[in-house]
């Protein structure tokens, strides 16, 4: 009886190790590593880990911010009609340095010629450690050679599979002013590109009694024209031009795996942290200049109806959603921005609110000035709320 005691209490706990140990390669091969490629549909294909950094230094804030784009990636599901390899754009955008075993996704107005300034280094094609003595169109014109464009699909794939991979956001719509000033407004030879190309017909298409002037050269665009530009023909994004495309377009953060995104509001701390990581300790990125865009954006913003900041916020919602950013971090003057519509399967926007708005026409809360109207009683209906 003790025998056969003995051999059920085995066959128990070899059936348990059995359960125990099989779980466990269930859960882990269904988990996020670095250098994992995810699906459209949310679910990743297992890959081995990326060979270029080890990410054990990352603090807190950067796993956090890893961990908050995979959920809302889950949440989200397929972002892009193109898969990574089909995706010219996205291999456009996306720079190789094999020697450090680097992909760099590049976001216009988001300390983009900096970081193509210490790419040239890392990769060797410059003979110097400081940045800043390479001229910007330098930059810009040598690491067309390094884009992952320029490699064969199964090269893609096996830098995609095990090369670390990271790039920097910004707040879309302090990114969104910045693109207007340097491109619209500004008198720098490369902005007449834009304003012949896109200046002309913007004040051609919106404004009302344009002068010759501002037809011929298309250097006078008001924000609030070029907001309308964006509305109008921005789609869902995909096709805008690159200095102001959504950045989940420019580098499907939902479907590579991305092992480091850096902020520009902590630009300078993240990227001294990846280069210290990248073993090239006396390169350092260039100290920020002291940046007007915050106050240009309450100049901008309140010059707009929130119809116009609702419509512009759906544009870019995606990348407020995936890189955790929310309308009161851009100005104390810009609070609350009452929505009339987003789409109906998120959840998220389906909520009531009678918080207060403006008296003024653009519909925002003054943080020096607020009403205690509610949206109920300005419109006679409730609105959903942009947080």
Avoid at 51 to 58: A, E, I, S, T, Y
Avoid at 74 to 83: I, T, V
Avoid at 235 to 243: I, L, Q, T, V
Avoid at 327 to 350: G, P
């Amino acid at each position: 009886g003790s025998n056969i005691f003995l051999k059920i209490t085995i066959y128990v706990l070899v059936c348990f190790s059995f359960c125990v140990v099989f779980f466990e390669i269930f859960w882990f091969s269904h988990s996020f590593s670095p250098g994992e490629i995810k699906q459209s549909n949310g679910p990743v294909n297992s890959l081995p880990p990326s060979g270029g950094l080890n990410n054990k230094n990352w603090s807190l804030t950067h796993f956090e911010r890893l961990e908050y784009l995979t959920s809302q990636c889950f949440s989200y599901g397929n972002l892009d009609k193109l898969s990574v390899l089909e995706d010219e754009q996205v291999l456009e955008h996306i720079l190789v340095d094999k020697k450090h075993k680097l992909l760099y996704c590049y976001v216009p107005k988001v300390a983009c010629t900096n970081w193509k300034r210490i790419f040239l280094i890392l990769v060797g094609q410059v003979n110097t450690t400081n940045p800043s003595s390479i001229p910007a169109d330098v930059a810009h014109k040598m690491t067309m050679n390094y884009k992952l464009s320029n490699f064969s699909k199964p090269e893609v794939q096996h830098f995609l599979e095990t090369f670390t991979k990271f790039l920097f956001v910004r707040h879309p719509f302090e990114r969104l002013v910045s693109a207007f000033h340097n491109k619209l407004e500004q008198r720098y030879s490369s902005s007449k590109y834009f304003q012949s190309r896109f200046g002309k017909h913007i004040i051609k298409t919106f404004r009302v009694r344009p002068t010759n002037h501002s037809l011929s050269h298309g250097d006078d665009v008001t924000f609030s024209e070029f907001a309308n530009f964006l509305i109008k023909n921005g789609s869902d994004g995909a096709e805008m031009n690159e200095h102001w495309r959504p950045v989940h377009h420019l580098c499907q953060p939902c479907k590579i795996n991305y092992d480091f995104i850096g902020k520009h509001e902590t630009l300078y701390e993240d990227a001294n942290l990846l280069l210290k990581e990248m073993g090239v300790p006396d390169v350092k990125f260039p100290s920020p200049p002291v940046s007007e865009t915050r106050q240009r954006i309450t100049k901008q913003f309140l010059n707009l109806s929130h119809t116009t900041i609702a419509q512009l916020y759906k544009l870019f919602q995606m990348d407020f959603k995936l890189f955790n950013y929310d309308l009161k971090a851009i100005s104390n003057s810009i609070t609350y921005v009452y929505v009339d519509e987003f789409d109906s399967s998120d959840k998220e926007w389906n909520k009531t609110s009678t918080m207060p708005v403006s008296n003024e026409p653009h519909g925002l809360v003054n943080s020096s000035t607020e009403s205690t109207e509610t949206v109920a009683s300005s419109k006679n209906k409730s609105l959903p709320l942009v947080r």
